[in-house]
């Protein structure tokens, strides 16, 4: 069973440019949720992903915008970059609402922003 | 609303001694409460969670913890760490059937010889 991956592993972008973050969920998973980590705080959630739809959102402006996909995989999209946006970012799936409520995490994509 | 408050940001222990790591939470209705684990350059790792039935749960690694309602506690427990044991814990809260997570800041726990 494959777990849930992220790529990239890292990256660099100047202030203003754009980023794309993928997620491919764990096997049997329809539920995927970003949660940003800047360093050294918890991980704050931006959105959570069902079966192609938007399923909730905390509080990221719009420019943190994302997509799932028919095979469940995922995108997370951030436009205008800020240095503030310099994190770990961590997606993580699940198998759908009341499935123990467990969720699975990747590895994370570090995100510099200079 | 809820949050949570990890009372700890450091703790260090020494090898074969008995950690205990805090989480106090705040909610206006009931919590499902978790446990997470991170390694250097790695995501999370359950270690464990409450969510109904008996309030002390057992995890992986030899962790547990106690739900205490009246307190708004679930702090983690483990009697003997190993230096492998050398991470950040989250402790981590959802009310929704979605399982969207509100985590605490995080205890860094540095085991020495």
């Known amino acids: 069973e494959t777990g849930v991956t992220q790529s990239p592993t890292h990256l660099i972008k100047t202030r203003g440019q754009q980023v794309t973050l993928r997620c491919s969920s764990q096997s049997g998973h329809n539920t995927v949720s970003w949660y940003q980590q800047a360093l050294g705080q918890g991980p704050q959630f931006i959105f959570q992903y069902y079966r192609e739809e938007e399923n909730g959102r905390g509080n990221f402006p719009p420019r943190f915008s994302g997509l799932q996909f028919p095979n469940y995989s995922s995108e997370l999209n951030v436009n205008a970059l800020e240095l503030d946006d310099s994190a770990l970012y961590l997606c993580?799936?699940?198998?759908?609402?009341?499935?123990?409520?467990?969720?699975?995490f990747g590895p994370g994509t570090r995100l510099t922003v200079t | 609303a809820q949050s949570v408050t990890q009372l700890d940001s450091q703790v260090p222990v020494f090898e074969e001694a008995p950690v205990e790591l805090r989480c106090n939470y705040s909610?206006?209705?009931?919590?499902?409460l978790f446990w997470y684990v991170q390694y250097p350059n790695q995501g999370l790792q359950l270690l464990l969670k409450?969510?109904?039935?008996?309030?002390l749960v057992k995890g992986i690694n030899g962790f547990e913890a106690e739900f205490n309602k009246s307190q708004t506690s679930f702090h983690l427990r483990k009697p003997s760490v190993h230096i492998s044991d050398t991470a950040e814990y989250f402790c981590?809260?959802?009310?929704?059937?979605?399982?969207?997570?509100?985590f605490g800041a995080g205890t860094q726990v540095v085991v020495t010889p």
């Open positions: 981590a809260v959802t009310t929704d059937s979605w399982g969207k997570l509100q």
């Open positions: 409450y969510l109904s039935g008996s309030t």
């Open positions: 993580a799936s699940s198998p759908g609402v009341g499935s123990s409520y467990e969720q699975y």
């Open positions: 909610s206006s209705v009931s919590v499902y």
